[in-house]
């Protein structure tokens, strides 16, 4: 996606060859009107195939995911990231460890908002070890519904979360492809 | 906003006297196209007051505030819940009490996304006890930059919040005024 990228590459900054600060325009502050093209986008490649809900992780990929449903006019389900385990049976949970911040949590859905008939499009911000991405997979297909697609804004292609998506089966869609971020240096894989 | 109050009355759930359960449309399935409603009304209701950011609060309080930033087409600027505290001067910072959680944390908006010219409109998705959106409005004022208005979608009108931020002076402007949760029943103030 030409606009995202050219974004990236006049306001992102490598702040090491791992970390790309995109806190002016996607995370902390946030473009709203670049969150709408970014909605757009998804949903325009995912529009033939009869989503029935988007699901996302708090709390970044809500702005770019809540577009995405709007475009395709189906709700958004938003994983909460619980500290503890629920003990009851109303939620469908996994443990998440998120590599980046070094924690773990417990990614939660209720039981309400996900059907055995759903066709569900993940949406995320960010693509690093896949660990959030594949444990909403989780929790859809523990409920017998289908992960149609995974949407990714800005994925980092040289850590291992898109080959372990790719390995999984999914059709992994990102916006804008990291190939390095080596020397201060933004390079894109395409 | 009728649209949003009659929502309520379908689909939320006085679970008891203090808490309205909203989570099929607001907090953990979203209604975007209710959203960009919640959206519209709010851009309506501030639009010559020469708003020049929307701030709001993760995580719940994204989805509105985004479409309120759309409307205005004004960056969003989502104040992060930090755990502990930052020690340098990149950031504004304020313990905040959720007496509804019975946690604290400190509210995080950086330096770059504040500028003392700014007119500043938050928005948030529950006003209860005034934590938060007084937490918010602290910093803004601490950067010397105006709180021109809070946009609140659901306010519990019995719980201290709206009295606080009167009290400080604010221009309050809630979509659903709830006056009671009494015996499972949802009556609105007006």
């Given at each position: 996606?030409?606009?995202?990228?050219?974004?990236?590459?006049?306001?992102?900054?490598?702040?090491?060859?791992?970390?790309?600060?995109?806190?002016?325009?996607?995370?902390?502050?946030?473009?709203?009107?670049?969150?709408?093209?970014?909605?757009?986008?998804?949903?325009?490649?995912?529009?033939?195939?009869?989503?029935?809900?988007?699901?996302?992780?708090?709390?970044?990929g809500?702005?770019?995911?809540?577009?995405?449903?709007?475009?395709?006019?189906?709700?958004?389900?938003?994983?909460?990231?619980?500290?503890?385990?629920i003990?009851?049976?109303?939620?469908?949970?996994?443990?998440?460890?998120?590599?980046?911040?070094?924690?773990?949590?417990?990614?939660?859905?209720s039981?309400?908002?996900?059907?055995?008939?759903?066709?569900?499009?993940?949406?995320?911000?960010?693509?690093?070890?896949?660990?959030?991405?594949?444990?909403?997979?989780?929790?859809?297909?523990?409920?017998?519904?289908?992960?149609?697609?995974?949407?990714?804004?800005?994925?980092?292609?040289?850590?291992?979360?898109?080959?372990?998506?790719d390995?999984?089966?999914f059709?992994?869609?990102?916006?804008?492809?990291?190939?390095?971020?080596?020397?201060?240096?933004?390079?894109?894989?395409?």
């Amino acid at each position: 996606m030409y606009l995202l990228k050219n974004r990236i590459l006049t306001d992102g900054k490598a702040i090491n060859s791992e970390i790309l600060k995109v806190d002016s325009f996607i995370n902390h502050q946030i473009d709203s009107n670049l969150m709408k093209e970014i909605g757009k986008e998804f949903a325009s490649h995912f529009r033939d195939k009869n989503i029935s809900r988007v699901m996302t992780i708090e709390s970044s990929g809500i702005a770019p995911a809540l577009m995405t449903s709007l475009e395709l006019n189906v709700p958004l389900v938003v994983l909460k990231k619980q500290t503890s385990k629920i003990l009851n049976d109303d939620f469908y949970q996994t443990n998440v460890i998120s590599f980046t911040k070094n924690t773990t949590y417990n990614l939660t859905l209720s039981k309400k908002y996900i059907k055995p008939d759903d066709h569900v499009l993940i949406i995320d911000d960010f693509l690093a070890n896949g660990e959030a991405a594949s444990g909403a997979a989780k929790l859809i297909e523990e409920a017998g519904a289908k992960v149609i697609g995974i949407g990714i804004v800005i994925e980092k292609s040289f850590q291992p979360g898109r080959e372990k998506l790719d390995n999984l089966g999914f059709d992994v869609y990102s916006l804008a492809r990291i190939k390095s971020l080596s020397e201060g240096k933004i390079e894109f894989l395409d």
